[in-house]
């Protein structure tokens, strides 16, 4: 099961395709998307910053790259590198968009103000290391370096939008409820039902979002869509998302 999350939407999506994770289904699948992707260094999401897709931008996820020092713990360099990137999240938790008034813009001018020596003097520290001439190339810390450094503009580019997250956390933890059904249920029994499986996943996970009793929307949308004639335009099926129908309940 493949799994993205619209930060801003608040809409979570899961998508199946015969089990695949052959790198195909994910460009098939952002085909028409022009905006940004949050992953990790995964080699396929590595290609969505080259020219072919010049309408996406990738940024990294620091999660991941601290994931890669922390699994070092004994080793001080690794501890060093973890307390820099603590930092930058320390600095971000001082304000939240959206509370006391602090907006997006704020966040940016914030972000340009703390993010840029902190991000050199990360880069620094590894760029020392890496010309350590007693680092093996094949070593979890040599790995770790290159890891980051491989990725250091998907980094810098965390910081260029008020908005953006400084990790993926956000569908970490809806993928969460998947290996949780999974105690309940072990199998989906066919692709087809792994494919209806992942359209009820996205749904009530969106609902979370939002805050929605599950059954209460599943119920209302289900008398609704049953009213809808055929070959009706998918504008009136998007207006019934999570999203837009808390949005429309608020109304009434």
Not at 111 to 135: G, V
Request: hydrophobic share 35%; net charge positive; with cysteine.
């Amino acid at each position: 099961i493949w799994a993205a999350a619209a930060a801003t939407l608040k809409l979570v999506l899961y998508f199946y395709e015969g089990g695949s994770r052959r790198q195909e289904v994910l460009f098939d699948f952002l085909k028409t998307y022009k905006g940004t992707v949050q992953s990790d260094a995964y080699a396929p999401y590595r290609k969505l910053e080259t020219d072919q897709y010049h309408n996406i931008t990738r940024i990294a996820c620091l999660q991941h790259v601290k994931r890669k020092f922390l699994e070092q713990d004994k080793e001080p360099d690794a501890r060093k590198i973890v307390e820099m990137i603590n930092q930058l999240y320390q600095k971000e938790h001082e304000h939240r968009t959206g509370y006391q008034g602090w907006t997006i813009k704020d966040n940016l001018a914030h972000r340009k103000q703390y993010a840029p020596p902190i991000l050199r003097k990360i880069k620094k520290k590894l760029l020392s290391l890496q010309a350590k001439p007693d680092l093996l190339p094949k070593s979890q810390m040599a790995e770790a370096i290159n890891y980051t450094l491989s990725q250091w503009k998907a980094i810098e580019d965390i910081f260029t939008k008020g908005e953006y997250y400084l990790d993926n956390n956000l569908v970490e933890r809806y993928n969460r409820y998947i290996s949780l059904s999974r105690r309940n249920s072990l199998f989906f029994g066919s692709h087809k039902g792994a494919e209806r499986g992942v359209i009820l996943y996205s749904l009530a996970c969106s609902c979370r979002m939002h805050g929605i009793n599950t059954f209460e929307y599943i119920a209302d949308v289900i008398n609704k869509a049953a009213k809808l004639p055929p070959n009706t335009d998918r504008k009136i099926y998007r207006d019934l998302l999570p999203d837009k129908w808390k949005e429309n309940r608020s109304r009434i």
